[in-house]
């Protein structure tokens, strides 16, 4: 099986979200502050002036939904970028249909760790959450790939991954919301039980994410490979190109 790491483990690396107090308390807070501030000075000025004060409350509120707006956009939480598949003529006839399915299968598994961690959960649950997303992540990054894209849909690594996105991967994240639900309210036999399976979750994870070290590394390979050999052809063909200019003079 994979290597468990410790709940605070660099080993589990992916973009750290930004707290809800963050994202939509801070945002509110500025946007109502600077509102009311510049309806409270716009509105002595209408006093004093004898003018009504409907003016100075629409400026004030369309400050507010600016300030409010503009800091909520800037610290929001950005949305991992949609996977890019060839055209028709790039793709082999069959990939395409499986590395839809591939993305359509992370997208969905994205949407259920995303409403884990809505539910705040604790210390135990975060860094298996952290290694389910980063599979996803290198999944897609995989299919994304030019490389794995020239593949036929029965190459055994295109269904490979298929089989982590559309089978594996679901089946661990559906054990994990079970078995998050038994971590919180509930304590003695059943608690510990939930740990183990908790365990047993990160393990599995763990061992798909050394099957995906495997298949980034073929990839790499196999571009070094194709480097090697186009730099050789430029060295037969050309045999003078290492040759300084200067030296030509």
């Known amino acids: 099986m994979g290597t468990v790491h410790a709940p605070l483990s660099t080993a589990i690396a992916v973009p750290r979200r930004r707290g809800r107090w963050l994202t939509t308390v801070v945002p509110t807070v500025l946007g109502g502050t600077f509102g009311i501030s510049s ?4 509105g002595v000025s209408s006093l004093i002036g004898g003018a009504g004060l409907v003016a100075p409350l629409l400026a004030g509120l369309g400050v507010g939904i600016v300030v ?3 800091t909520a956009f ?14 028709a003529a790039e793709l082999p006839a069959g990939t395409r249909v499986v590395l839809e399915k591939i993305v359509h299968s992370t997208k969905h598994q994205r949407r259920s760790l995303t409403r884990m961690r809505r539910a705040r959960p604790g210390p135990a649950v975060r860094p298996v959450l952290n290694r389910a997303e980063l599979l996803l992540q290198r ?4 299919v994304g790939s030019a490389a794995l894209q020239s593949r036929r849909a029965s190459d055994d690594d295109v ?3 298929e089989g982590m996105a559309a089978r ?3 089946e661990l994240v559906r054990a994990l919301e079970d078995t998050v639900g038994f971590l919180s309210p509930v304590t003695g036999e059943a608690r510990e039980k939930a740990l183990a399976n908790l365990q047993s979750i990160d393990q599995q994870l763990s061992a798909l994410g050394e099957e995906l070290d495997r298949i980034e590394h073929d990839i790499v390979a196999g571009v070094t490979r194709s480097l090697d050999v186009h ?3 430029l060295r037969r063909r050309l045999p003078e190109q290492g040759r300084s200019p200067v030296e030509d003079r």
């Open 231 to 233: 730099s050789e052809f």
């Open 68 to 70: 409010g707006g503009g």
């Open 39 to 42: 309806f409270m000075v716009l």
């Open 168 to 170: 594996y991967v679901p």
């Open 74 to 87: 800037l610290l929001r939480n950005r949305t991992q970028k949609p996977v890019r598949l060839g055209g």
């Open 159 to 161: 269904l490979m991954l």
């Open 139 to 142: 999944i897609n990054a995989l």
